[in-house]
């Protein structure tokens, strides 16, 4: 499975837009983006997923660039239970393994 | 989807002896996961459980150390054995419903703490 870069931290004020960037240059045609969390104290929850075209469902919105060497997962009005690690990652459609990166720390603020 | 519980919720053990946890799902699942957070890090895969054989262990992990169970589609086990300071960690329990399922669901964790 490619690997992917995210941001450490970034924070968000309340209300607003989150986006948060994946970088996963070496992805191959048949991979899936992934998007999961984790909320402090939790297992992660899963988010979203997407091929080559933007995604949206009740949570967030998943662009991809048309190279498929980036995403940005779009939470669309932040709230303070956003405050999570974000975790973007990459998987062929019919694998099992998910291999987490470091993430990002989604702090949203009032 | 599906709802999973472990036990225990956390314990404090002593060094060099073993513990067992517990994923219980409410739902008959195809693929059951184990994973290890320690602390301050990302999780990492430890093994997938398969239903009547022995689990698959990943790079760095063997059964003598992490021996699993599943006895049944509901149901897997891990034992953490001959503990030590640096298996102190949060243990998960994930499924998926099906093979290639794009969602997996993860446990509330047990948290582990060796002295």
């Known amino acids: 499975d490619a690997k992917t870069t995210q941001p450490p931290s970034m924070d968000c004020a309340e209300g607003r837009a989150a986006n948060l960037p994946c970088n996963h240059s070496?992805?191959?045609?048949?991979?899936?983006v992934y998007w999961y969390r984790q909320i402090h104290s939790q297992g992660p929850q899963y988010i979203i997923h997407?091929?080559?075209n933007n995604e949206t469902n009740e949570m967030a919105s998943l662009i991809i660039t048309e190279d498929r060497k980036s995403s940005t997962l779009i939470l669309p009005h932040a709230t303070l239970r956003d405050t999570a690690v974000y975790y973007c990652?990459?998987?062929?459609?019919?694998?099992?393994?998910?291999?987490f990166g470091a993430g990002t720390i989604l702090r949203v603020k009032s | 989807s599906a709802v999973i519980s472990q036990k225990p919720s956390r314990d404090i053990c002593q060094r060099g002896t073993s513990l067992t946890i517990q994923c219980q799902v409410d739902?008959?699942?195809?693929?059951m996961f184990w994973y290890r957070q320690q602390p301050g890090q990302s999780l990492t895969l430890i093994a997938t459980?398969?239903?009547?054989?022995?689990?698959?262990?990943e790079s760095g992990f063997v059964i003598d150390k992490f021996p699993i169970s599943r006895p049944n589609l509901t149901f897997s086990t891990l034992t953490v054995s001959n503990m030590s300071p640096e298996d102190s960690s949060i243990y998960l329990c994930?499924?998926?419903?099906?093979?290639?399922?794009?969602?997996?669901?993860f446990g509330p964790g047990t948290r582990l703490t060796v002295t």
């Open positions: 990652i990459v998987r062929v459609e019919y694998g099992n393994k998910l291999v």
């Open positions: 070496t992805i191959s045609g048949n991979e899936y």
């Open positions: 994930s499924v998926a419903m099906q093979y290639g399922s794009y969602e997996q669901y």
């Open positions: 997407g091929l080559k």
């Open positions: 459980a398969n239903q009547g054989s022995e689990a698959t262990y």
């Open positions: 739902s008959q699942v195809t693929m």
